[in-house]
């Protein structure tokens, strides 16, 4: 059975920090492309970071260009987010994804707030 399981996420004040986590199991991650989206209240999904299965290719959203960090530990078979200097507008529910799969994780809720 193939899933991806969530963790992470929670209450943070604005300029902190929340890593994720997407532990992925029934596949290999080695061969595969991994990313990160977003769903803010009331807007649509957004694509937040992904990266190549061969680590060559990593793209970020410009809104989080330098304070995001997506990697992966293969032994573990785990895709982590790593969110720093958080702002308000990152508010929303973090999903990562299997890139061009319907092989979803359950989603994290991120609030950034004082």
């Known amino acids: 059975q193939i899933q991806l399981v969530q963790s992470g996420g929670g209450l943070v004040q604005p300029g902190g920090s929340l890593r994720l986590s997407c532990a992925v199991s029934?596949?290999?991650?080695?061969?595969?492309?991994i990313g990160w989206f977003r769903r803010a209240p009331g807007k649509g999904r957004e694509g937040v970071a992904c990266?190549?299965?061969?680590?060559?290719?990593?793209r970020y959203a410009d809104s989080v260009k330098g304070r995001f960090t997506i990697s992966r530990d293969n032994a573990k078979n785990t895709v982590y987010l790593q969110m720093n200097s958080l702002k308000a507008e990152d508010t929303a529910d973090y999903y990562c994804?299997?890139?061009?799969?319907?092989?979803w994780g359950q989603g994290t809720q991120v609030t950034v707030s004082s």
């Open positions: 994804n299997v890139i061009g799969t319907a092989y």
């Open positions: 029934g596949l290999n991650l080695d061969y595969l492309a």
């Open positions: 990266m190549s299965s061969g680590e060559n290719t990593i």
